[in-house]
């Protein structure tokens, strides 16, 4: 019994989740950068493999992959939250360029991505997107895997 609820958890949770940042994206108008793009494929294979446990009658192992899905969603965010609030560096294709000497601002610009990994987009209480998708992403993963865990 406890398979299923972790199986039902990593499904809704994951399913919350990408639902929310596609709410952000079109309703809200807040294109995703390329991290954030980032964190929602494992929340895709959480849902594809949560389905194929449920189809399959919740096999434990099945669903303990869906809930590492979701904790690699969660790390990744981790790491982005750590780059937006410039704890670390963030991959060069989508942070904020240092401008060499002799290079142009707007040469810079130009060639700087429009969606910087570096600058939250969104906030709440001082804690970004990624920081809200780390956060319940390791509740998700860690909970389903707790759930999960075998009762021999």
């Known amino acids: 019994m406890s398979s299923r609820a972790a199986d039902a958890l990593v499904l809704t949770g994951s399913a919350a989740l990408?639902?929310?940042a596609l709410a952000f994206q079109y309703l809200g108008h807040l294109a995703p950068c390329e991290m954030c793009l980032w964190q929602r494929w494992p929340h895709v294979a959480a849902l594809v493999?949560?389905?194929?446990a449920w189809a399959l009658g919740n096999r434990r192992a099945v669903v303990a992959l869906a809930a590492v899905a979701v904790l690699v969603s969660a790390g990744i965010g981790y790491f982005h939250a750590g780059v937006e609030y410039h704890w670390w560096?963030?991959?060069?294709?989508?942070?904020?360029?240092?401008?060499?000497?002799?290079?142009?601002?707007?040469?810079?610009a130009l060639a700087?991505?429009?969606i910087r990994c570096d600058a939250a987009a969104w906030t709440l209480f001082g804690v970004s997107?990624?920081?809200?998708n780390a956060l319940i992403?390791?509740?998700?993963?860690?909970?389903?895997?707790?759930?999960?865990?075998?009762?021999?």
């Open 18 to 20: 990408l639902g929310g």
């Open 49 to 52: 493999l949560g389905l194929l």
């Open 89 to 108: 560096a963030g991959p060069a294709a989508c942070t904020a360029p240092a401008f060499a000497s002799g290079t142009s601002f707007i040469t810079a």
């Open 112 to 114: 700087s991505p429009m």
């Open 129 to 132: 997107m990624a920081g809200y």
């Open 137 to 152: 992403s390791t509740f998700i993963g860690a909970t389903a895997l707790w759930l999960n865990r075998s009762t021999r």
